[in-house]
């Protein structure tokens, strides 16, 4: 009785869980499914926005990887609405490189930063609380 439990809960947790940067544009899609706007498309760059569980996520890719993702609730009546801190943490949680942890750095009047124990990712909570940023550290957009 407890493994269709177990199986359904794992099963649950990876449906859910959110791409990771330095993902494929592939392994977005596979978490995402396919973009729902292209912001900008070239060879080398790609900006796609994606809708899922009621987020609304931009991932901008270098060379087919990602890059950079923000993450919002989806606007409504064109404002974006708040995401609670948990929210955030939840996604922080779910989208952390595989083996590493957060390890928060002191937050600022604009908002909270977190970088990955690997140093590969670094995070950013606004203040106003409805963006949550996930990139590259060493990535730095031309556009």
Do not use: C
Not at 136 to 142: I, L, T
């Amino acid at each position: 009785m407890r493994a269709p439990v177990v199986i359904a809960a794992l099963a649950l947790i990876t449906t859910t869980a959110y791409a990771r940067v330095g993902d494929t544009i592939k392994q977005v899609e596979a978490r995402y499914g396919k973009p729902q706007h292209a912001y900008f498309q070239r060879r080398d760059a790609q900006e796609l926005g994606y809708r899922f569980h009621g987020f609304m996520i931009v991932v901008r890719f270098s060379n087919g990887v990602s890059k950079w993702e923000s993450f919002t609730r989806w606007p409504q009546a064109g404002k974006l609405p708040r995401m609670s801190r948990e929210s955030a943490h939840e996604i922080l949680t779910l989208s952390a490189p595989i083996g590493a942890r957060w390890q928060s750095i002191p937050r600022t009047k604009n908002g909270e930063y977190w970088l990955s124990s690997d140093k590969k990712t670094l995070a950013y909570f606004a203040t106003e609380g409805n963006v949550l940023l996930v990139r590259d550290p060493n990535f730095y957009a031309k556009d």
